[in-house]
């Protein structure tokens, strides 16, 4: 499910833009961050099946409280912001294929996505999400539609050839929107989530399990992963070989990029592509209002879960509705969809650095971890990849300083 709602329209929106305005020459940024995404969310998987808490809780017991109050506080705005993105790219894909008022799509999408999260037990929700992760395969169907200049793809994916300017900010955009600190936040939950729905222990009371639990946290985030980077794959194969083969270099919606295929790769691609948007968008948006639920409620030590009814966990739902409001509220707003989807890069960039640093921490503290602590090669990869996203995170501000 994290790696699935990795691909959510914001995201689809960026790799449409990579694939459009260079070809196949940035395909080798997939094979870049799959080993750097697998390793950060196998290390907020061990944190959360390990301790039985979440990843706010565990920054709480290394950090000051207002560190992490102010990195989860940059972390909810990122993902109201991406709620609204979210939200829009879904309407606006909608209205493509069905008519009507995009707005009026914004408030279904909305209330579908928290009725999921209020209404129904944990369980059953969990099957919800992962059935729409099949949504995914849509893009896989693109690019089964369309001519792919296989020789020129397969080069692009080992050779870096395109490292101008503009190009490089596209980079920054890819790893800010494959390494989000949401995901970071859901994963551990998810974990922790389970350990209380389960009736079960952390791994911590419970060493005789570690063997079995590890075995299946690494089968499936590295499947997870995979599956993520596969479908951005594809969307940047299909938005090559179509939209920048025909001229078409600036996509600044994952709708738009829906409605740019219709008359090159023809309609069967196009509904395909705008149902994909639907669906990843009906899995991404409760997970950063979840994401966002879970990292403030146990940063301030409030009730937190899924498993919870409303009434039990009122202010852990509070935060899903609220979210979830305010990223209806942006629709109305004068804020372009490509401003929030930018800003809301910025933010994640900012907050990912100091988030990946201090989960790493925690995840070699002994303290917390006890003899489960992480060991080097995976602590490797953790660091290697808050190095490139401190990167990344300065480019896109010098970027934006620059003009």
Known sequence: ????????????????????????????????????????QLVSA????????????????????PIVSLLVTILLIANIFNIGADLSAMAAAAQLVGGGSSHIYVILF????????????????????????????????????VHINWPQALLGMVWPRNL??????????????????????????????????????ALREVPSSVSRQYRRIRYDTLAGMALSNLVALAIMLATAATLHAEGVTTIDSAAQAADALRPIAGRFAFLLF????????????????????????????????????????????????????????????????IKALFWSAVLNGLAAVPIM?????VASSRRIMGHLHERRLLLGFGWTATAIMALASAATLVAAATG
């Not at 503009?166 to 949401?182: D, F, K």
Request: hydrophobic share 50%; glycine share 12%.
């Open 46 to 65: 061990h944190i959360g099946r390990v301790t039985g808490a979440g990843l706010g809780k565990n920054l709480g017991r290394v950090f000051p409280h």
């Open 1 to 40: 499910m994290t790696g699935a709602a990795d691909d959510d329209p914001s995201g689809i929106a960026t790799y449409s833009q990579a694939g459009a305005g260079f070809g196949y020459g940035l395909l080798w940024t997939m094979i870049l961050t799959y080993p750097l995404m697998a390793a950060v």
């Open 164 to 201: 101008g300017m503009t190009a490089l900010l596209t980079v920054v955009a890819v790893l800010g929107t494959t390494i989000s600190p949401y995901l970071f936040f859901w994963q551990s939950s998810q974990e922790a989530e389970d350990i209380a729905t389960s009736n079960g222990k």
């Open 110 to 145: 909305a209330l579908l996505a928290v009725g999921l999260q209020l209404f129904i037990p944990y369980r059953q929700y969990a099957s919800v999400l992962k059935w729409l992760t099949l949504s995914l395969l849509a893009y896989v169907g693109v690019i089964l539609l």
């Open 357 to 361: 640093a201090a989960m790493t921490i």
């Open 274 to 337: 705008a149902i994909g948007i639907i669906g990843t968008g009906l899995l991404a948006v409760p997970v950063l209002a979840g994401s966002a639920a879970f990292a403030v409620s146990e940063t301030h030590g409030w009730s937190a879960g899924l498993e919870y009814k409303p009434h039990q966990a009122m202010r852990f739902y509070a935060i899903i509705v609220g979210a979830t409001f305010v990223g209806v509220l942006m629709d109305w707003s004068n804020l372009s969809p």
